[in-house]
């Protein structure tokens, strides 16, 4: 396939998705993967494709409220991107955890996320990346809630004796948004220390 016609295919998929979806080479293949990064990087120079990190490329949102401009995807979009491509499960741990829910104000440079499948760093931007860490604990991605699974990664990650009645008030707002059904089945995934802090919310 002539290299204008790669381009124009390409194009054509991008502008037929929904603005903030993420591409990857691997998405294209009616052409050489030499043409299809070519495509891409053409895409990008035209302004209608971003390059996010390596090999990864993102269909902007347009900020229609402020007219800044484009608005790139998250980390963590980035992340379940990456992670819905590979197959792999993936689960946020660490500092960001704990901003995430409001209970530090530290903003990690490096985004952790545990993964049953192989570990390794995605660079995004100058010193900030993504760092997939394989576990072989896999009650990590049995939680039925979202909410309940950072709930309890932030308790483990803080520790039992750190914990301070402030941070355990926010988490208690945090538990209202977790569906009863899903609390008592989740809650059993946890360790004793922190089944007893949440008990006594």
Same mark, same amino acid.
């Given at each position: 396939m002539a290299a204008q016609s790669v381009y124009n295919e390409i194009k054509r998929k991008v502008e037929s998705s929904k603005r903030g979806k993420l591409f990857f080479p691997d998405d294209f293949h009616s052409a050489s993967s030499d043409a299809v990064r070519s495509a891409l990087a053409r895409l990008c120079r035209a302004g209608d494709l971003m390059r996010v990190a390596h090999g990864i490329y993102c269909y902007p949102q347009v900020d229609k409220k402020w007219g800044s401009g484009f608005i790139l995807p998250s980390i963590e979009e980035i992340a379940k991107g990456? @992670?819905?491509?590979?197959?792999? +499960?993936? @689960?946020?741990?660490?500092? #960001?955890?704990?901003?995430?829910?409001?209970?530090?104000?530290?903003i990690p440079a490096n985004v952790v996320f !545990?993964?049953?499948?192989?570990?390794? +760093?995605?660079?995004? %931007?100058? %010193?900030?990346?993504?760092?997939?860490?394989?576990?072989?604990?896999?009650?990590?991605? @049995?939680?039925?809630?979202?909410?309940?699974?950072?709930?309890?990664?932030?308790?483990? =990650?803080? %520790? =039992?004796?750190?914990?301070?009645? =402030?941070?355990?008030?926010?988490?208690? =707002?945090?538990?209202?948004?977790? @569906?009863? !059904?899903? #609390?008592?089945?989740?809650?059993?995934?946890?360790?004793?220390? !922190? +089944?007893?802090?949440?008990?006594?919310?």
């Open positions: 990456i @992670a819905t491509r590979d197959k792999v +499960r993936i @689960a946020p741990v660490g500092a #960001y955890v704990l901003n995430k829910l409001g209970l530090s104000t530290q !545990v993964t049953d499948g192989s570990g390794r +760093r995605v660079s995004i %931007g100058k %010193g900030k990346g993504i760092l997939f860490k394989h576990t072989s604990e896999m009650r990590t991605f @049995a939680f039925r809630s979202p909410l309940m699974q950072l709930i309890v990664t932030a308790m483990r =990650e803080i %520790g =039992e004796h750190q914990i301070t009645d =402030e941070q355990m008030t926010i988490i208690g =707002e945090h538990l209202k948004h977790v @569906a009863e !059904v899903d #609390y008592q089945k989740d809650i059993q995934l946890a360790p004793i220390w !922190v +089944r007893k802090k949440l008990s006594q919310r």
